[in-house]
């Protein structure tokens, strides 16, 4: 008996710590003669996560041999694309509770492998592996996967589904467009990190928590900001799916891109408010320009009844006296006549004056440059101010309500300067430029607040503004307090008038 024990110590030295003893013709337990009759593929370990038997189609599926027994496992089975092998067949020993992983086995074949744990009598707990082999489950999933995939790209709506820890798992065609990202760029990435402004990050984080918990919050929309830095707004619908227990297991988001109509919106909204704005400025306008139109109306008409017309009942009344008290001498006779001329012709002038500031004829018979160039000569001796007038390059013709717009303004801003400035000396000048006209009036006076003007909605800059507005031309007023005012006014002309 000791010699058989001495032979076998010699036959079996030299094997590596813990390896379990296997006779490749039958196990001490029977176990192997047990497992050959089953055609299913397992694997039984020890409590230490070596090979003890296995079946001969697990054999065939792993290429085992029996020489394997008492290997670690892991090194056995290494070629299967299974990271966690360790931690599954841990989790099976340990907490003696069965643990599935799906694989691609060594024939490229789609197996559930099943980990549960596993103890003989009197021996610690082991585990075995079970392989199912569901290639063609899988495969039509994969199939399937791949159809809903082609279909969720032909959609325009934009279709994210993020897993219950918000991990992107699927981005369709439409998101990727949108996004400017690829689906690999943002699988597995968390959508709160990836594509929110930081501002709606928390809103957006409670929608999903709401969705997580089965409720369905109404119609929502955020921004994303697309990998070239630009927002988008997206309006979105969100679904869940549920796992067999009814814990949510996905949360899908339909989405569409409502930027444009945004801004559209906004633009209208600007428009309306603009359009208000500008009735509101015309209500305005109209009542100050009736206003201003009977205050000018008053003026002249104060003017002929309280001047002119009293000058006309002395000069008929000192013609009366003249007819009937007839003086004896001749000179007498003609100094009472030079007199009476030199007022007939002063309240002549006086009465061309005043029909010129109801219209001006002289630009329809003698021309823009004329009339200016009378005006400012007349302006000049009336109100003490030395207005000098120049021209230059002037196209022939100009176009009559060209000249009528001209020529307003060069009253309006004589008429400031007289008023406002305190200048003594004014320019007008009156240019041909390219393709066009310019006039430009300039005074050293003592200037004023231009925004402070328009502020207070002072006619006179309306009214020009409004006149070159209609002839689709420029205006430009510079000045400011203590340094005088230039006003520059340029119109196109049409190539007929070059």
Known sequence: MKNDRRSLRKRFAGRA??????????????????????????????????????????????????????????????????????????????????????????????????????????????????????????????????????????????????????????????????????????????????????????????????????????????????????????????????????????????????????????????????????????????AGLLIAQEEERRRISRELHDDLNQRLAMLAVEVETLEQQLPDSADLIRGRLRSLRSRTEKLSDDVRRTAYQLHPSILEHLGLAVALKSYCADFSKQEKIKVRFQERSLPAPIPQDVALCLYRVTQECLRNVAKHSGARTALVRLEGIEKGIRLVVSDAGSGFDLELAKGRGRLGIVSMEERVRLLAGSLSIKTRPGDGARVAVSIALGSETS
Not at 190 to 200: A, G, K, S
Not at 201 to 229: C, H, I, M, S, T
């Open 17 to 286: 710590p813990g390896r379990r003893l296997v006779s490749k013709r039958a196990p001490a337990d029977g176990l192997s003669r047990l497992l050959s009759g089953v055609h299913v593929p397992i694997v039984i370990l020890s409590h230490d996560r070596r090979i003890r038997c296995f079946t001969p189609m697990a054999a065939r599926l792993l290429h085992l041999r029996s020489s394997d027994a008492g290997r670690r496992v892991s090194r056995i089975l290494r070629s299967l694309d299974l990271p966690d092998l360790d931690q599954a067949i841990a989790a099976a020993m340990d907490r003696h509770r069965a643990q599935e992983r799906e694989v691609q086995g060594p024939d490229r074949h789609w197996y559930s492998m099943r980990f549960a744990p596993y103890q003989a009598p009197g021996q610690r707990v082991g585990a075995w592996i079970t392989f199912f082999e569901v290639d063609a489950l899988k495969r039509s999933q994969v199939e399937l996967r791949d159809e809903h995939d082609a279909v969720l790209d032909t959609v325009g709506a934009l279709v994210v589904v993020l897993d219950r820890e918000g991990r992107i798992v699927r981005f369709n065609r439409a998101s990727q467009q949108t996004s400017g990202y690829s689906f690999e760029e943002v699988k597995g990435r968390n959508f709160m990190d990836l594509l929110l402004v930081p501002e709606e990050v928390a809103g957006v984080k409670a929608v999903f928590e709401q969705l997580r918990a089965g409720q369905f919050p109404n119609r929502y929309e955020n921004y994303w900001v697309a990998k070239d830095g630009r927002r988008r707004l997206i309006a979105w619908c969100n679904t869940v799916v549920l796992d067999r227990d009814g814990a949510v297991k996905y949360v899908i988001g339909t989405g569409i891109d409502i930027t444009e109509r945004q801004r559209a919106e906004e633009a209208l909204q600007e428009n309306e408010a603009a359009l208000r704005r500008s009735q509101e400025e015309l209500r305005a306008l109209t």
